[in-house]
């Protein structure tokens, strides 16, 4: 009875056109109001508890990283080395679009900002060099969705908090499935564009854009080098990424002033501010629901229901294929990340491995309507229509079905860089 | 009531500045510390997470006056277009009540640790001082809701695309400002 009446508060408060946040903490305050001896501030303090965690740390000030350089000059300069790098190749503009994307996503943990960062210099690039409206729409937004499976990863830092997994991992797992994404993009882009070469090697050209991005070049190396080299922690990385950032942007390049810098910072806390009270309140949930038992009620009940792994790895990716269609990659990745994975290591699924599956499988909801984030950011960075930006995505949609259906059945793409992995 | 908006969006913009500032000078003092004497900063850790909170909890503002919050569109269709005036301060009403009820718990969390003398690990800082920051960002949370719902021309408009890029470059309390049309 009281399950029903949750439900129809939340139908009703969506009715009433509430945001995420606040059907969250209605939620969490109607569960320790009704299940746990009428103890609503409970949800209060799980709100502190929440944005409280060291662990956090990382999330903003990529964030802060990724914007800062999307605002410089520092994606075009990777996109024009990757130009000069695929001229020779068929359909190497195309390439380009998918290696600059990657190139970015490894600087910033955002698949919005990859877009927006390369899809405002590439988009005019592809359509001149002769690729279709349509091509160059899909590429770009399926590329963007590299920035959360390419570390540094927002949604993965979210999963490895609220699921206890280390991040660092989550992060050395990316990589595999994420090169196996750019593979099939660019050999899809390298078939539908075989005739298409903007010209020969040109050594003045790749030597004057190496120049260029000399700066840019080594961030990654730095963030990802830092890391794995014990150098610092990912915490520390992100600081360091925030730093270099600011270094490189103000002083070297002279592309962003203060008062650009302020704004960034405030889009920065924008971005934070709609993310941080969904991951407190969903938080709030989580504990709820493991001090019940229900994640382990789950486990118990589904385990006599799901015949094998292969059955969950269906039914799993089915369900958060559907989720990602209406909830965005951070709400479902932690609303539904501390139910799923238990169930997936009952099945005997790796708890970084069932991670990556997550986010790549959520990744698909940023191009799928009627809530797909980068159809909607493409809309507005491309001055298309929604109809346009759908159908341009849709043959992308099926690349990286495929490219998931590889990246779930084969857990060594994930695991390959992990010891023992 | 539209100074009084403006006064509370500029006040947490520049606390989310200092914070994210807070927050990248002391983890990088940490590490230059660290590899420079061995030895890392006493408390350098917790002063970035007091800047993370400080921009968890203003950023929710900062994202209000921009139209920011993720909204789950489903049932906006079932609504009547001639309701819609009405059924947004309805919205704003009851976004500004949620905010209220947890302005509340939050005040509660703050006198309870208060009166408990909670401090901080390393930096032994009083934790209510610290919780009074969800508390404030809360109530003024509360507070922009029940202005909108009384003068639902100072709500921001939404704008999903520019919440999940968190690109904005116009003025949040002016609604025909076209953020971030120039990307």
């Not at chain 1, 209605?26 to 746990?36: D, G, I, K, R």
């Not at chain 1, 009428?38 to 944005?51: L, M």
């Not at chain 1, 790895?313 to 709400?331: H, K, Q, R, W, Y």
């Not at chain 2, 970035?48 to 203003?58: K, L």
Request: charged share 15%; net charge negative; glycine share 10%.
């Amino acid at each position: 009875m009281e399950m029903w009446l949750l439900v129809g508060l939340i139908v009703l408060l969506m009715v009433l056109r509430q945001p995420v946040l606040v059907l969250l903490g209605c939620a969490a305050l109607f569960v320790y109001s009704v299940f746990s001896d009428g103890r609503p501030e409970y949800a209060a303090y799980d709100v502190w508890f929440a944005v409280n965690q060291e662990v956090l740390l990382a999330i903003p000030l990529f964030v802060l990283a990724g914007a800062i350089m999307s605002k410089g000059t520092i994606a075009e300069r990777i996109i024009n080395l990757m130009r000069e790098i695929t001229r020779p190749i068929p359909g190497g503009l195309a390439l380009a679009a998918v290696l600059s994307c990657a190139g970015f996503a490894a600087i910033s943990g955002s698949a919005a900002v990859t877009l927006l960062a390369v899809g405002g210099i590439m988009y005019k690039a592809l359509i001149e060099g002769g690729y279709s409206k349509s091509f160059a729409i899909g590429a770009l937004c399926s590329g963007g969705v590299l920035g959360i499976i390419i570390p540094p990863s927002i949604p993965l830092i979210l999963y490895g908090y609220i699921t206890q997994v280390s991040i660092a991992q989550l992060f050395l797992a990316g990589i595999g499935p994420a090169l196996v994404l750019v593979a099939i993009f660019a050999a899809y882009g390298f078939i539908l564009n075989f005739k298409r070469r903007e010209g020969g090697w040109r050594v003045s050209g790749f030597i004057h854009a190496l120049r260029r991005s000399v700066f840019a070049l080594p961030i990654p190396i730095i963030i990802l080098g830092g890391i794995y080299g014990g150098i610092f922690t990912v915490t520390e990385a992100a600081a360091v990424a925030v730093v270099v950032a600011v270094f490189v942007e103000v002083i070297l390049h002279r592309d962003l002033s203060m008062t650009d810098l302020k704004a960034v910072t405030v889009e920065s806390s924008k971005l934070l501010g709609s993310l941080y009270p969904v991951l407190a309140f969903a938080f709030s949930l989580n504990v709820f629901l493991t001090a019940e038992g229900v994640p382990q009620a789950l486990v118990t009940e589904l385990n006599d229901v799901i015949d094998g792994k292969v059955e969950f790895m269906l039914m799993a990716n089915a369900l958060l294929l559907v989720v990602g269609m209406v909830i965005d990659v951070g709400s479902a990745t932690l609303v539904l990340a501390p139910l799923l994975q238990p169930l997936a290591e009952a099945q005997g699924i790796d708890p970084v491995h069932f991670g990556i599956i997550m986010i790549v499988n959520l990744g698909i909801g940023y191009l799928t309507p009627p809530l797909g984030l980068n159809l909607i950011v493409a809309m507005a960075a491309f001055k298309e229509s929604f109809w346009t930006v759908t159908k341009a995505v849709l043959p992308f949609i099926g690349l990286m079905l495929a490219g998931l259906m590889v990246i779930a059945f084969v857990p060594q793409i994930a695991l390959m860089f992990i010891a023992g992995g | 009531m539209s100074a009084i908006l403006a006064a509370i969006g500029r006040a947490e913009r520049w606390i989310t500045i200092v914070a994210f500032a807070l927050m990248a000078v002391s983890l990088l003092a940490d590490v230059i510390s660290r590899r420079l004497f061995m030895t890392g900063l006493i408390g350098a850790t917790e002063v970035a997470v007091i800047g993370m909170v400080a921009v968890a909890m203003f950023g929710i503002g900062v994202a209000t006056d921009e139209g920011g919050h993720l909204r789950p569109r489903l049932f906006d269709a079932l609504i009547p277009k001639a309701l819609d005036s009405g059924l947004d301060r309805a919205a704003s009403a009851v976004t500004g009540l949620f905010f209220t009820v947890f302005a509340g718990l939050s005040a509660f969390m703050v006198i309870q640790s208060m009166g408990l003398g909670d401090r901080t690990e390393i930096l032994r800082a009083p934790i209510w001082t610290l919780q009074a920051m969800i508390f404030l960002a809360f109530a003024t949370n509360a507070v922009r809701f029940f202005i909108y719902a009384l003068r639902p021309d100072l709500k921001p408009s939404e704008d999903l695309e520019e919440s999940s890029a968190g690109a904005a470059d116009g003025d949040p309390h002016d609604p025909k400002t076209p953020d971030g049309a120039s990307r």
